[in-house]
């Protein structure tokens, strides 16, 4: 999986590895160098920010992984 923080909009996203290495594929294939945040959005898991812990991915993890 991928972290994504966009400091814009202060939203944090978890990213699958699968959508992620299509868009590697491409970048490595010099046809796109972005992934658009509607996909990012799409494939994505939104990840709370808090105080503490700062970034809650492990949360995000738990429910992707091992509460299928």
């Known amino acids: 999986f991928i972290l994504f923080y966009f400091s ?10 699968d959508p992620f290495l299509k868009y590697w594929d491409l970048y490595k ?5 972005s992934i ?6 799409k494939y994505g898991y939104p990840v709370e920010k808090k105080y503490q812990p700062r ?3 492990l949360k ?3 429910h992707i992984y091992i509460n299928e």
């Open 60 to 62: 995000v993890i738990d």
């Open 36 to 41: 658009p945040m509607s996909d990012i959005k």
């Open 29 to 33: 294939n010099e046809k796109k160098k």
């Open 8 to 17: 814009f909009h202060e939203e944090v996203f978890l990213l699958p590895i």
């Open 55 to 57: 970034i809650d991915y």
